[in-house]
């Protein structure tokens, strides 16, 4: 029951967002500062649909549709990309336990094996480059740099 009420919370918190801006809320902010428990606890209740219609609302767009509509391809690809991705079970990879963010010490980020530009130019399909087993934790330096090799 005390779930369902936070859960209310933070949704209702959300429709706040999609009319003011992130900069409003507090499990955002948080989210993009790193504080992995509030972040995670948004992330487990807030679906990529809803985070989706928030970038529409927050770019003039009524609907994730017509947003999505605007997109170069590449854009969208990623997106898709995205979207596979965040529904695989990322707590069975290995280091998932160690996932930070850029410029923390010790931290792990995730990683497409087979990366998602490579995927979008030799056009192979976005739910291949989300699948489990192209994704892997890094360390979050040696991800960054990887694509510079």
Partial sequence: M???KVEQQVLSRLQVDLKEGSKN???IVAWNKGNKEQGRRLNSIVTFEQRMQGIA?????ETYEEYRASLDAWEAY????????NQQ????????NKRGING??????????????????NKIPP?????FSNLQMLPWLDNI???WK
Avoid at 57 to 61: M, T
Avoid at 78 to 85: A, E, L, N
Avoid at 104 to 121: P, V, W
Wanted: proline share 4%; glycine share 10%; aromatic share 12%.
């Fill in 145 to 147: 740099t990887k694509g």
């Fill in 89 to 96: 079970p990322l707590h069975l990879l290995e280091n998932y």
């Fill in 57 to 61: 609302k927050r770019n003039g767009y």
């Fill in 2 to 4: 005390l779930e369902k």
């Fill in 78 to 85: 990623k997106i898709d990309v995205w979207r596979i991705t």
């Fill in 104 to 121: 923390e010490d010790g931290a792990y980020t995730l990683d497409h094996i087979y990366s998602i530009r490579k995927g979008f130019n």
């Fill in 127 to 131: 739910e291949d480059i989300g699948q």
């Fill in 25 to 27: 809320n507090p499990e």
